[in-house]
């Protein structure tokens, strides 16, 4: 029994569902061969009776019959309405506008193009047009002609036609009767456009599918399908009932269809089983091939990851089964396990290079106050210009180290931030009052852009420190007569701000090595400038990125949590909380 026991995982696995729907097709395909065997059986059975026939051919007929009386009625009831003619001879009566009225409601009827006037001589004296207008005569009287179409008698009532469809035009038939006379001498006469389709739609469930074929034969020998198109008889005609003279409805019969042996058709239905059967046999195995190559692509990328290979990732595809949901989760898994190795190594990096650089400040800071008290000592009592010349040039190195000791104490003691609602406006313009004598002395242009309005919550002195260490790293890029720019840019819950200049560039491989403490390109540069400013980016919750290419400038972008109007001080402070707890329990 427990060879045969399957859990609820298993139940639930691809092979167990590939398996399920295999089977649920063949059953579904089953039923429904089944269902359209016996559906068949029974329609040959009702074919070979034909009983039903002749009560649809003869409801048809009816159907054909009232339909053309009611347009007969209609087209009598036009003729002698008394005010039709004050309409043909006194257009600007009243009793014309009641008669272009009750014109423009009749001609509204679907099975309508509207409702025509003739002359004596058959010329179209007038129209209304209804809803169903189009073509000739509505939109031009071109390629429009009754000359040659046949006509018969009917009830006192002139058909004329049919029109058969052409040239994109459809069909149509007339119905035409002389007006009452109005007493004063017009002999002018009212027709009925009326839609050849809708006296022809009227077959359609006249006929058996395949076996009998209900059409309409016309005056002149054509024969009209249901769609009001000419039909090309195939089967044997038989006649049927006559709607107007010359009008009947004829039957295409096809003996042959109604004679087909039922065991031929239940072979087809055996054959069609089995070819079902052997096409889902093939999808199951193509199905399971398909899986365990997935599954060793899996196996693979774990085996990738195990031996080191931190940049492996899976393709995921565009599938939503169980296996792309395990590819995604592994790639997420990989990008956030390389992360959290780089950041331990880095975070490692730092400490210990932190504590080498404190403890080297420490022991330079002091020598350097001493060398610069007795250097300043001795420059007061020098009388010889060079001696003291010599002195001010020792004075100005101990103050480059000593700023190189400040750097390293920065580096190796990031204060705490204090973030608190700062605008951009006063982060700008202190900046300007600092960066624009650098900038004017390297004959670089400086300027600020954006929305000043903007807020953000970060520490104003960190930040502060931080754009002076970009704006002087840009203006030190760029040659005389560049441009270096901070611009102000909301997104939503962030601020970004872009610090710009068209200098000399990064060269690609050495953007990921700019933040690294100690490395630098420029002759006397310290390379901890990018790194503190690193360090009190992260310290104020931001991100740093920086975008550049050789001799086409550089942009670093910060972000910052935006602080508005519509953030509250306290929800600001509740999200930096949260995020320095989530750091913490990285």
Same mark, same amino acid.
């Given at each position: 029994?427990?060879?045969?026991?399957?859990?609820?995982?298993?139940?639930?696995?691809?092979?167990?569902?590939? $398996?399920?729907?295999?089977?649920?097709?063949?059953?579904? !395909?089953?039923?429904?061969?089944?269902?359209?065997?016996?559906?068949?059986?029974?329609?040959?059975?009702?074919?070979? %009776?034909?009983?039903?026939?002749?009560?649809?051919?003869?409801?048809?007929?009816? &159907?054909?019959?009232?339909?053309?009386?009611?347009?007969?009625?209609?087209?009598?009831?036009?003729?002698?309405?008394?005010?039709?003619?004050? =309409?043909?001879?006194?257009?600007?009566?009243?009793?014309?506008?009641?008669?272009?009225?009750?014109?423009?409601?009749?001609?509204?009827?679907?099975?309508?193009?509207?409702?025509?006037?003739?002359?004596?001589?058959?010329?179209?004296?007038?129209?209304?047009?209804?809803?169903?207008?189009?073509?000739?005569?509505?939109?031009?009287?071109?390629?429009?002609?009754?000359?040659?179409?046949?006509?018969?008698?009917?009830?006192?009532?002139? =058909?004329?036609?049919?029109?058969?469809?052409?040239?994109?035009?459809?069909?149509?038939?007339?119905?035409?009767?002389?007006?009452?006379?109005?007493?004063? /001498?017009?002999?002018?006469?009212?027709?009925?456009? +009326?839609?050849?389709?809708?006296?022809?739609?009227?077959?359609?469930?006249?006929?058996?599918?395949?076996?009998?074929?209900?059409?309409?034969?016309?005056?002149?020998?054509?024969?009209?399908?249901?769609?009001?198109?000419?039909?090309?008889? %195939? /089967?044997?005609?038989?006649?049927?009932?006559?709607?107007?003279?010359?009008?009947?409805?004829?039957?295409?019969?096809?003996?042959?269809?109604?004679?087909?042996?039922?065991? *031929?058709?239940?072979?087809?239905?055996?054959?069609?089983?089995?070819?079902?059967?052997?096409?889902?046999?093939?999808?199951?195995?193509?199905?399971?091939?398909?899986?365990?190559?997935?599954?060793?692509?899996?196996?693979? /990328?774990?085996?990738?990851?195990?031996? /080191?290979?931190?940049?492996?990732?899976?393709?995921?595809?565009?599938?939503?089964?169980?296996?792309?949901?395990?590819?995604?989760?592994?790639?997420?898994?990989?990008?956030?396990?390389?992360?959290?190795?780089?950041?331990?190594?880095?975070? *490692?990096?730092?400490?210990?290079?932190?504590?080498?650089?404190?403890?080297?400040?420490?022991?330079?800071?002091?020598?350097?106050?001493? +060398?610069? $008290? %007795?250097?300043?000592?001795?420059?007061?009592?020098?009388?010889?210009?060079?001696?003291?010349?010599?002195?001010?040039?020792?004075?100005?190195?101990?103050?480059?180290?000593?700023?190189?000791?400040?750097?390293?104490?920065?580096?190796?003691?990031?204060?705490?931030?204090?973030?608190?609602?700062?605008?951009?406006?006063?982060?700008?313009?202190?900046?300007?009052?600092?960066?624009?004598?650098?900038?004017?002395? !390297?004959?670089?242009?400086?300027?600020?852009?954006?929305?000043?309005?903007?807020?953000?919550?970060?520490?104003?002195?960190?930040?502060?420190?931080?754009?002076?260490?970009?704006?002087?790293?840009?203006?030190?890029?760029?040659?005389?007569?560049?441009?270096?720019?901070?611009?102000?840019?909301?997104?939503?819950?962030?601020?970004?701000?872009?610090? %710009?200049?068209?200098?000399?560039?990064?060269?690609?491989?050495?953007?990921?090595?700019?933040?690294?403490?100690?490395?630098?390109?420029?002759?006397?540069?310290?390379?901890?400038?990018?790194?503190?400013?690193?360090?009190?980016?992260?310290?104020?919750?931001?991100?740093?990125?920086?975008?550049?290419?050789?001799?086409?400038?550089?942009?670093?972008?910060?972000?910052?949590?935006?602080?508005?109007?519509?953030?509250?001080?306290?929800?600001?402070? &509740?999200?930096?909380?949260?995020?320095?707890?989530?750091?913490?329990?990285?």
């Amino acid at each position: 029994m427990s060879a045969f026991h399957w859990s609820r995982n298993q139940r639930l696995s691809l092979v167990a569902r590939y $398996t399920l729907l295999s089977v649920g097709v063949v059953v579904c !395909a089953l039923i429904a061969l089944s269902f359209l065997y016996q559906r068949f059986s029974n329609e040959l059975i009702d074919r070979l %009776t034909g009983e039903r026939l002749s009560a649809q051919v003869a409801a048809t007929s009816n &159907k054909l019959s009232a339909f053309l009386d009611a347009r007969i009625y209609q087209l009598v009831t036009l003729s002698n309405h008394p005010a039709l003619p004050a =309409f043909i001879d006194a257009p600007n009566t009243p009793q014309a506008e009641e008669a272009l009225t009750l014109l423009r409601v009749e001609a509204d009827s679907p099975d309508l193009y509207g409702v025509l006037f003739f002359d004596r001589q058959d010329n179209l004296d007038r129209l209304v047009a209804g809803q169903a207008a189009s073509g000739p005569p509505y939109w031009s009287k071109t390629d429009w002609d009754i000359s040659g179409l046949p006509r018969v008698t009917h009830e006192g009532v002139e =058909f004329i036609g049919p029109k058969l469809p052409e040239n994109g035009n459809s069909g149509w038939l007339l119905m035409r009767q002389q007006i009452r006379d109005s007493g004063l /001498g017009q002999n002018v006469s009212v027709a009925l456009h +009326m839609r050849l389709s809708s006296l022809t739609e009227l077959l359609a469930s006249a006929g058996v599918a395949g076996v009998i074929e209900p059409l309409l034969r016309t005056p002149g020998g054509v024969v009209l399908d249901p769609t009001g198109r000419p039909a090309e008889v %195939t /089967g044997e005609l038989v006649e049927g009932p006559s709607i107007l003279p010359g009008w009947n409805i004829v039957m295409s019969v096809h003996p042959g269809t109604i004679l087909q042996p039922i065991d *031929e058709t239940r072979l087809w239905l055996y054959a069609t089983a089995i070819l079902i059967i052997a096409v889902i046999l093939a999808i199951f195995f193509a199905l399971s091939r398909s899986l365990r190559r997935r599954v060793d692509t899996l196996v693979q /990328g774990a085996n990738s990851i195990a031996s /080191g290979d931190l940049y492996y990732r899976l393709p995921e595809g565009r599938r939503r089964d169980e296996i792309s949901t395990v590819a995604k989760a592994f790639n997420t898994m990989a990008w956030q396990l390389k992360d959290l190795i780089d950041r331990t190594v880095r975070a *490692e990096k730092l400490a210990v290079l932190g504590q080498f650089a404190t403890g080297v400040a420490h022991e330079v800071r002091n020598p350097l106050a001493t +060398m610069k $008290t %007795t250097v300043q000592a001795l420059s007061r009592r020098e009388q010889d210009e060079e001696r003291i010349t010599l002195l001010d040039d020792i004075g100005s190195q101990i103050d480059r180290l000593s700023r190189v000791v400040n750097d390293l104490l920065s580096y190796g003691r990031p204060g705490e931030a204090a973030p608190q609602a700062t605008a951009i406006r006063e982060l700008f313009r202190q900046t300007s009052i600092l960066l624009e004598p650098v900038a004017d002395e !390297a004959h670089v242009r400086f300027f600020t852009s954006g929305d000043s309005r903007l807020n953000v919550y970060v520490d104003p002195e960190q930040i502060l420190q931080i754009l002076l260490n970009l704006g002087i790293n840009a203006v030190q890029a760029c040659n005389a007569g560049g441009t270096v720019s901070l611009r102000a840019e909301d997104h939503g819950d962030t601020v970004e701000i872009r610090v %710009t200049d068209d200098g000399c560039g990064i060269a690609r491989e050495h953007l990921l090595d700019v933040t690294q403490p100690f490395f630098t390109m420029k002759s006397k540069g310290t390379g901890l400038g990018l790194t503190i400013s690193q360090q009190l980016v992260d310290a104020n919750h931001g991100t740093i990125n920086i975008e550049s290419a050789p001799q086409e400038g550089t942009t670093i972008i910060l972000t910052f949590p935006a602080s508005g109007p519509g953030i509250g001080q306290e929800e600001i402070t &509740k999200n930096v909380q949260a995020d320095q707890n989530t750091d913490r329990r990285r």
